[in-house]
Nanobody, 124 residues
Framework: EVQLQASGGGLVQAGGSLRLSCAAS????????IGWFRQAPGKEREGVSC???????YYTDSVKGRFTIFRDAAKNTGHLQMDALKAEDTAVYYC??????????????????WGQGTLVTVSS
């Protein structure tokens, strides 16, 4: 059974860093596309970053240069390193996987399996 467990959220001051983790079970994390999405209060969920099975990475414009997505194959875990955090990064963050490898990378509809959210709060 494919499962994802997101963790690592918390409260941080603006300018600080957090590393989110997405522990995968039931599949090998290198085999499929992994995406990170977020939903801020009162807003729709949006794509933040994704890493393809071949290692290519993508970021939404607002986080380019500040966030880094990567995988730890030994731990079968994906990560989102978030640096230089801003108040507008406050949101519930979700990881997800696209096992078809054919979906649009930053589209929520491409991802069949989702972890529970982890809350990131950035104080200004």
């Amino acid at each position: 059974e494919v499962q994802l467990q997101a963790s690592g959220g918390g409260l941080v001051q603006a300018g600080g860093s957090l590393r989110l983790s997405c522990a995968a079970s039931g599949f090998t994390i290198d085999d499929y596309n992994i995406g990170w999405f977020r939903q801020a209060p009162g807003k729709e969920r949006e794509g933040v970053s994704c890493i393809r099975s071949d290692g290519d990475t993508y970021y939404t414009d607002s986080v380019k240069g500040r966030f880094t997505i990567f995988r730890d194959a030994a731990k079968n875990t994906g990560h989102l390193q978030m640096d230089a955090l801003k108040a507008e990064d406050t949101a519930v963050y979700y990881c997800a996987t696209d096992t078809t490898l054919h979906g649009e990378l930053m589209a929520q509809s491409s991802y069949e399996y989702w972890g529970q959210g982890t809350l990131v709060t950035v104080s200004s």
